[in-house]
């Protein structure tokens, strides 16, 4: 059976992961067209390089997968599981997923601004790992600039073609803390087939065809209940 997960925000805020959006967020704390923008990044990279550095160390230091990860990593030796994430961290692969399109990008990787080809991924707490240094223009062992590999406000979301694709061929499709508020990934929905089941897992949901079975629940909690459920299916 071919599981298909969409995460969001959501799952990573139950794991210590700040959102940007709610309450407190990043957002909050930092103008979004500074810090996730073409033009913020023209103006000031090493802000920009700063913001998600900061990022990734809190992210090593404080935050690990939760218990809705870690299900829908078992899941895979049951089903044929799919992850598409709107979040950046690496949450669901370090907890074992072996096949995640991230929608936004990865906060883990830069890539070249000359070579966009180039892809690198880069340790918890030091860019120099990789031959990168941290100065104001960041540049990778070829002497070329490099940014963060994410999606910014007003870029095009370049998974998001694969990821309608994924949606298309699910017989179950599982969205898991989102607000539905977001686009593209709130769209996804729109590709399930007829025939698929299909579950919203968030404790606050947002309103939801009625064809749409809702498990108003946190990730940690719903997930892992439903997980159980699908895990007994693989075995009938």
Same mark, same amino acid.
């Given at each position: 059976m071919k599981v298909v997960i969409s995460s969001g925000a959501g799952v990573s805020a139950e794991s210590g992961m700040m959102t940007y959006?709610?309450?407190?967020?990043?957002?909050?704390?930092?103008?979004?067209?500074?810090?996730?923008?073409?033009?913020? $990044?023209?103006?000031?990279?090493?802000?920009?390089?700063?913001f998600y550095s900061n990022l990734r160390t809190k992210m090593a230091a404080n935050v690990k997968p939760n218990a809705a990860h870690l299900a829908l990593a078992e899941l895979e030796k049951y089903h044929d599981?799919?992850?598409?994430?709107?979040?950046?961290?690496?949450?669901?692969?370090?907890?074992?997923s072996t096949n995640v399109l991230h929608l936004h990008g990865e906060l883990m990787k830069v890539r070249s601004m000359r070579h966009p080809e180039r892809v690198y991924t880069l340790p918890c707490d030091?860019?120099?790992?990789?031959?990168?240094?941290?100065?104001?223009?960041?540049?990778?062992?070829?002497?070329?600039?490099?940014?963060?590999?994410?999606? $910014?406000?007003?870029?095009?979301?370049?998974?998001?073609?694969?990821?309608?694709?994924?949606?298309?061929?699910a017989d179950v499709v599982i969205v898991i803390g989102t607000s539905l508020v977001v686009y593209p990934a709130a769209a996804l929905l729109q590709y399930a087939p007829q025939s698929a089941k299909v579950y919203y897992v968030d404790p606050r949901p947002a309103k939801v065809p009625s064809w749409v079975n809702v498990i108003a629940e946190p990730a940690t909690v719903g997930v892992t209940r439903l997980v159980e459920e699908l895990k007994q299916m693989a075995s009938k």
């Open positions: 959006r709610d309450a407190g967020g990043l957002w909050d704390n930092y103008p979004v067209m500074e810090v996730a923008s073409d033009e913020g $990044f023209a103006k000031n990279p090493k802000l920009i390089h700063q599981v799919r992850i598409i994430t709107q979040n950046v961290d690496d949450l669901h692969e370090r907890a074992g030091e860019l120099s790992d990789k031959g990168l240094t941290t100065t104001v223009d960041t540049v990778d062992p070829y002497g070329d600039h490099v940014r963060p590999h994410i999606v $910014f406000f007003g870029e095009s979301v370049p998974n998001f073609e694969p990821a309608c694709h994924m949606v298309e061929d």
